[in-house]
């Protein structure tokens, strides 16, 4: 799925969430979003690596992070 999603064949692709696993591919079309955080990027820009390290393991990525599907 990565190299077709990555070849002009899906040059219309964007911004989707997709599933594969188990011999299927499927598009999500509302994923939900359970955990996040913000940053002002305009005002203070991107998310700096040293900050994403710190606050990732602990915000976003705290609880279950794999997909209930994989094993």
Known sequence: MVVYLA???AANVNGCGFRIGAGKIALYS????TRGIYRNYKKVGPWPIEEAKELLPRTVLAGETRAPHIP
């Open 7 to 9: 070849s002009d064949l």
């Open 30 to 33: 509302h994923p939900t979003e």
